[in-house]
């Protein structure tokens, strides 16, 4: 499969708990994006990487949650101190540096109780 | 900042009808509008974008316009097949910086009926 692909794609933790999740972009893509999906609307911009350089972090992105590309290949999103408001989607995304197309993995579903 | 606006919230239509969804955007240095398709419990997969230097853009049912100067962009989607039935999302390039993020409408769910 040479698609985006997100791990783990389900995560039940309990409240105040660290989490961490995994991206894995196409291979030749060296954009990767994270958004952020509550149910009933569009994704939200998280944070972007340029290769292993993060260039840009939403406003959304508290204290708590940090990113990582550190090869520039896979990134990883660690959410420390969970909330329950962090419960969403996590998607990853993708793309060519000179390309506009992204391409989004599967996402990771977490439910903080 | 880019801001996105997505219209309806949600269609039905007869299989064989088209659908339309449209969306407004308020930043004019945006130049990249695709759109997205997301079955229940699936990825958003991209389905069509349009870029600022066309008006128009079609692959085989689906068609996309581009309007700059009203800074709004609409999908259509003809001949309608209960499997086009998921949740539409339009998105735009921000116009600021290089990043290229995208910002995302609040989505269009659409329900062909057989």
């Known amino acids: 499969d040479t698609g985006v692909s997100q791990n783990p794609r389900h995560k039940i933790t309990k409240r105040g708990q660290n989490v961490t999740f995994r991206c894995d972009p196409i291979s030749e893509h060296n954009r990767l994006y994270w958004y952020r999906q509550t149910l009933g609307q569009g994704p939200e911009f998280l944070t972007y990487f340029q290769n292993e350089a993060q260039l840009e972090k939403s406003r959304l992105l508290s204290d708590r949650f940090s990113a990582e590309r550190p090869k520039g290949s896979f990134s990883t999103l660690e959410i420390q101190r969970t909330e329950q408001g962090d419960s969403a989607m996590y998607l990853c995304a993708s793309s060519l540096n000179q390309g506009n197309e992204q391409y989004f993995g599967p996402g990771t579903r977490l439910t903080v109780t | 900042g880019e801001n996105v606006e997505q219209h309806p919230s949600t269609l039905s239509v007869q299989e064989g009808d088209s659908a339309v969804i449209k969306c407004t955007y308020s930043?004019?240095?945006?130049?990249?509008f695709p759109w997205y398709k997301q079955e229940l419990g699936k990825r958003p997969q991209l389905i069509i974008d349009?870029?600022?230097?066309?008006g128009e853009k079609k692959d085989q049912r689906i068609a996309v316009t581009l309007n700059k100067t009203a800074k709004h962009f609409s999908l259509h989607i003809t001949e309608t097949q209960p499997e086009d039935s998921a949740v539409y999302f339009c998105a735009a390039k921000d116009g600021s910086g290089n990043t290229g993020k995208l910002i995302f409408g609040q989505g269009t769910t659409l329900q062909v009926k057989p």
């Open positions: 930043d004019s240095a945006s130049n990249y």
């Open positions: 349009i870029r600022s230097n066309v």
